[in-house]
């Protein structure tokens, strides 16, 4: 049987729900938050029910079923514990025309609820016919992970936008065309919002008063990002982060490490174009002046490029030299981190890499470099938990002879909207404050601001744990 997917407008319609226990607490309260004129018939409620007849939010009458309660419904949800009740409160709907459900009784519905996924007014609704309600669930929290969170407000910000372009454009390709082009821009409530600016119609120079998209072609919004560098982590699909899965559905062009796996390319959509660009062994293969030309290219021509890396993309691949390709080029960029090899290994055996009871400290290394750097760099350092006084750690690396302006950068609150960052040095390192918890310290040359023909290598990777108790630095004197 197919069934037609539809959104159901109830503002201001008439629902009755009979029953207002465990069953019909869910109907109800969805009812109530699609703003229908809910009636419920029930002998006893829920306390939640109760709450939202005390406050006018429904009508309660507080007895059994009437045949008479139907009379001028719209929508019928029959939800007791009592499939005979429910039944027949379905077929006197069906004599009368009503739409109804019968709470988990698939025979005796006229409708579905599906498991819905929630952003403002963006709504995606899941059903399986009844085969599977749970598989719908699953889907649901599935669906949900993926999603950005601020969808609710930029679908608003957009719908604001699109009913200015209606007005002001008459219907037609262009119209759609900039209809389409405004549902990939970032959108905002102000009124000098760049998308807004991208659809001002052009108007007459003695009536404008400000500068249209007609005259000047708006820059993209600095938040905008044209060129994403993607962790696939060790290749398992299950190990990309929720947001490599997200932004690789909607590539137009992957640019991918000869270590990616299929299962993670097959996650691109089926319009993607997709390059490998990896480097094995030696074997003659892209340049990487050619990879960056090929993220450059993609990205002026408006493309969504998405450049793969295996494992986590800042460690032991090319991603500084490409960082440093896009910001010459003034190409908006963004990270995604992976799960790096390491803490697949550690997980696949499983063994804690930093258990207190034995390491304190993992060294990251590899067995390549750039051909005209010495064999074996200084190592970038990354300190977990370095604490609130620096001083320690500060005096142990200048012990260890790393000179006074060896570069330091504090990283607090990594990866969250409040992320704070402070480059220093070592010489000022004891006077600098670490920032809100959690903080990570690093050093190396790679956090080196580039000088006029010096470009910083990277490194191995030095990660130091600090002590789960103290929170201090665990790093043992010479």
Known sequence: MSLLPVFLKLNGRAALVVGAGEVASGKIESLVASDAQVTVVAPWAKPEIERLAERGAITWHRREFQDTDLDGQFIVIAGTNFQPINQHVYRLCAERGILCNAVDDIPHCDFYYGSVVARGDLQIAISTNGDSPSLAQRLRHEIDAQLPRDLGPWLHAIGRIRQDVLAAYPSGEPRKLLLQQLAHRSACHSETCPSRELVLPPVPPATATRPTAATTAPSAPTEQVSVWLVGAGPGDPDLLTVKAARLLAGADLLLHDDLV???????????????????????????????????????????????????????????????????????????????????????????????????????????????????????????????????????????????????????????????????????????????????????????????????PYAGSGHFVAGSPETGKPSISPE
């Open 261 to 455: 796996p299929d299962a993670v390319l097959a996650l691109a959509p089926a319009t993607a174009e997709i390059v490998n660009v990896g480097k094995r062994c030696g074997r003659a293969s892209i340049t990487q002046a050619q990879i960056h030309e090929l993220m450059l290219a993609g990205a002026r021509s408006g493309r969504r490029v998405i450049r793969l890396k295996s494992g986590d993309p800042l460690l032991f691949g090319r991603a500084g030299e490409e960082m440093d390709a896009l910001r010459a080029a003034n190409i908006p960029f963004a990270v995604v981190p992976g799960v790096t090899a390491a803490s697949a290994a550690a997980a696949a055996l499983p063994c804690s890499l930093t258990d207190r009871r034995a390491a304190s400290s993992i060294l990251l290394a590899t067995g390549h470099t750039a051909p005209d750097e010495p064999r074996n760099p200084e190592p970038t350092r990354v300190v977990y938990m370095p604490g609130r006084d620096l001083t320690a750690i500060a005096r142990q690396w200048s012990a260890e002879g790393l000179p006074a302006d060896y570069p330091c950068v504090l990283v607090s609150h990594a990866g969250r909207p409040d992320q704070q960052s402070t480059r220093t040095t070592l010489g000022l390192l004891h006077h600098t404050a670490p920032g809100p918890a959690p903080v990570l310290l690093m050093g190396g040359a790679v956090f080196a601001e580039q000088a006029e023909n010096k470009t």
